[in-house]
């Protein structure tokens, strides 16, 4: 019998290419009261609601199932103390605007504000079998300081493999996938990841219930080969983008959606490899991850209204 989810997201998101170095994934289409076809927005959106607390805390905060409402609401102030997603919040949700791809305010910090970040701890908690290894939330909010530059640091114990992921979230996937390469470029080399682990091993060490702990505080002293590092690691690179083909159809299982998304996810794919110049990518062991949406603004300003008033439950 296959083992339980930690957010039985099979229902609402689909695995629908599963390769070694390629997994796209989709949310489809339902019917409504009038029988007309919707995107399933409310059922993504509510998903990763339920995902916010672990997000937020990771191991660092046992769930109370006597306060589950109290310690939501805790989880989504957290975030929001964070300033990049007060800032988002005001874009997006109080000034109606969004961030364009090549707005100064994406390159500066405000990406950080767009829930990539969020995704990717459901894409491969759920669809990977990893456990977070550590929560960059709860350290930034906790102590006022970034924990870690990587977007996700996770552990998948049944491969004993760590996974450093990085996540982007644009209206056009080719741009997201390109921003991905800049990200590896800049985090996929020694003195990058030697000084991360630093930071990341004095955050684990206190923690007791984190899997075969000793095993990773030794891959990442600073003494073990490149090589033997990078062999160790996976890295998963999610782009979730905005698509046409959610306008175009309304049915995930019509024969011309399907035609249509793999050609556009599999030339994503292609453009990625083409262009990916890294010098060590022979020894990268990369996963590109495709969520496509029918717009990623809409998805960020949903996940900010949502969000924004759960922090406001505890006080009620």
Not at 226 to 232: P, Q
């Amino acid at each position: 019998m296959e083992k339980k989810k930690p957010f039985n997201s099979a229902k609402i998101i689909e695995e629908r290419i599963s390769e070694a170095n390629l997994k796209t994934y989709l949310v489809g289409f339902d019917i409504d009261d009038n029988n007309e076809s919707k995107y399933r927005w409310k059922e993504l959106v509510n998903l990763l609601q339920n995902v916010i607390f672990e997000f937020a805390f990771g191991y660092h905060l046992e769930p109370d199932k006597t306060k589950l409402i109290d310690q939501l609401s805790d989880a989504a102030k957290s975030i929001y103390k964070i300033e990049e997603f007060k800032k988002a919040k005001e874009i997006y949700v109080d000034n109606c605007s969004f961030i364009d791809d090549s707005d100064e305010q994406r390159k500066s910090f405000l990406k950080r504000g767009e829930f990539g970040e969020l995704i990717l701890h459901l894409i491969l908690r759920d669809f990977h079998s990893t456990v977070p290894l550590l929560s960059k939330i709860y350290f930034k909010d906790s102590y006022g300081v970034p924990v870690h530059g990587f977007d996700a640091v996770h552990i998948q114990p049944e491969n004993k493999t760590m996974w450093l992921g990085e996540s982007k979230l644009y209206m056009d996937g080719k741009k997201g996938v390109e921003a991905l390469i800049k990200d590896i470029k800049e985090h996929f080399q020694r003195d990058y990841l030697n000084n991360e682990f630093v930071i990341i091993s004095k955050k684990i060490e206190p923690y007791d219930n984190i899997p075969e702990k000793e095993e990773w505080l030794e891959l990442m002293d600073g003494k073990s080969k490149l090589k033997d590092v990078l062999s160790s690691i996976t890295i998963p690179l999610l782009c979730t983008y905005s698509s046409d083909n959610f306008t175009k159809y309304d049915d995930e299982n019509q024969s011309e959606f399907i035609e249509s998304y793999e050609k556009e996810v599999r030339n994503l794919k292609n453009n990625f490899d083409n262009i990916n110049d890294h010098p060590l990518k022979s020894n990268l062991n990369i996963v590109l991850l495709l969520f496509p949406v029918p717009c990623k603004n809409e998805l960020i300003k949903r996940l900010h209204k949502k969000l924004y008033t759960l922090q406001e439950l505890k006080d009620e």
